[in-house]
T-cell receptor
C-alpha cells in the first residue's frame, strides 16, 4: 500500500499520560500535515511540514503538543499530559511540493485518541 | 478571518433524488476550492476541486460543483444519488492552508 499510513489506529490512555502518533506520508510527498477532527466537526489544521521544516502551527497546538519530522520522511505528533479534551481523531495528510502540487491532500485513516 | 461554512448538518434522501450541498467561504482573495468525501470507515478522499477556468467542475462518481465568486459559494450537486453515496462530505478551501467546513452527513435510503 503506497498511501499515507498512521499508527496506532486507536489509542486509549489515562489523563496525564503522554501519547505519540506516527505518520508515514506518501514517499515522494514533501509536505506533511496534521489535523484534528472531533465528532460533528471538520478537520482542524494543527501544523504542517515542508520536508523537515515545520512551517506553520495553529493556535490550537498548545505547548503540550509537539510535532517533528526529523528526516523529512515520517512524522510524529506527541501530546504530553493528555486531557480529556484531547480525545479526537488525529489525521495526517501529505501532498507533493509545488509546482506539481495541485492543492490536494492525501489523508491517512487517522489515529483515534481516547483519554479516560 | 477566513472560514468555511456548510449549511446542512445532516441530509436524508431517497435513492434517485437530487442532491445539493451548500458551501460558503469568507475570504476576498483567490482561493482553491475542494470537496472531500469520507465513506464510513474510510479515510478522507478528494471528490473534486476548482482552481481556475470553468466554474462548473466535475468530479468522481457523477458529482459536480459550481463556483460562484460573487456569492463566495461552491455548492456540490448530484442529479441522482445512490445508496453508496452515503458518507460525510466536507467542503475545503485553500487559504492557502487547507481549512474544512464542519461537514454534511448524507444518508441515502434504498
Amino acid at each position: 500500500d503506497t498511501g499515507v499510513s498512521q499508527d496506532p489506529r486507536h489509542k486509549i490512555t489515562k489523563r496525564g499520560q503522554n501519547v505519540t502518533f506516527r505518520c508515514d506520508p506518501i514517499s515522494e510527498h514533501n509536505r506533511l500535515y496534521w489535523y484534528r477532527q472531533t465528532l460533528g466537526q471538520g478537520p482542524e489544521f494543527l501544523t504542517y511540514f515542508q520536508n523537515e521544516a515545520q512551517l506553520e502551527k495553529s493556535r490550537l497546538l498548545s505547548d503540550r503538543f509537539s510535532a517533528e519530522r526529523p528526516k523529512g520522511s515520517f512524522s510524529t505528533l506527541e501530546i504530553q499530559r493528555t486531557e480529556q479534551g484531547d480525545s479526537a481523531m488525529y489525521l495526517c495528510a501529505s501532498s507533493p511540493f509545488a509546482p506539481t502540487n495541485t492543492g490536494e491532500l492525501f489523508f491517512g485513516e487517522g489515529s483515534r485518541l481516547t483519554v479516560l | 478571518a477566513q472560514s468555511v461554512s456548510q449549511h446542512n448538518h445532516h441530509v436524508i434522501l431517497s435513492e434517485a433524488a437530487s442532491l445539493e450541498l451548500g458551501c460558503n467561504y469568507s475570504y476576498g482573495g483567490t482561493v482553491n476550492l475542494f470537496w472531500y468525501v469520507q465513506y464510513p470507515g474510510q479515510h478522507l478522499q478528494l471528490l473534486l476541486k476548482y482552481f481556475s477556468g470553468d466554474p462548473l467542475v466535475k468530479g468522481i462518481k457523477g458529482f459536480e460543483a459550481e463556483f460562484i465568486k460573487s456569492k463566495f459559494s461552491f455548492n456540490l450537486r448530484k442529479p441522482s444519488v445512490q445508496w453508496s453515496d452515503t458518507a460525510e462530505y466536507f467542503c475545503a478551501v485553500n487559504f492557502p492552508d487547507m481549512r474544512f467546513g464542519a461537514g454534511t452527513r448524507l444518508t441515502v435510503k434504498p
